[in-house]
């Protein structure tokens, strides 16, 4: 049985509350560390910044598709029994967003499509 980890909105206020939730979702010995994310965020983009071929050689390669898929699989093999239980007891949210990202994003795109902005390429992405 799961133990019953609620929270109530008044503690996301502060950093240190949010430091609270973030160490409730991963978990006490998991908590990744905010400032250890920003720093590597700001070190990705400077790199990318002064060596613009890295990004061009990790284009060629795919690896955008290959670490999502890494990501995927990495993510599956950590859940616990107990979170794909409760997943699975909520079917019902699976099914609608299936529904949501199969029938209503297209209808929403075609929104998108009747924008006039200026180059055309910003509304269909073409080269």
């Known amino acids: 049985m799961v133990a019953d980890k609620s929270y109530s909105l008044d503690m996301v ?5 949010t430091k ?16 250890g994310q920003m720093e590597t965020l700001i070190g990705g983009v400077t790199l990318g910044l002064v ?25 599956g093999l950590t859940l616990r029994s107990d979170a794909i239980g409760a997943a699975a007891k909520a079917w019902p949210v699976g099914v609608f967003g299936l529904c949501s990202i199969l029938l ?21 992405a073409e080269k």
């Open 51 to 75: 060596n613009p071929t890295l990004g061009c050689l990790a284009d060629k390669y795919y690896l955008s598709k290959v670490s999502t898929f890494g990501i995927f699989i990495i993510s």
């Open 20 to 35: 609270r939730v973030i160490a409730w979702i991963f978990g006490e010995s998991q908590a990744p560390s905010v400032v």
């Open 104 to 124: 209503f994003t297209p209808y929403f795109s075609r929104l998108i499509l009747l924008i006039r902005l200026q180059p055309q390429e910003f509304v269909t």
């Open 13 to 17: 206020v502060d950093l240190d509350s």
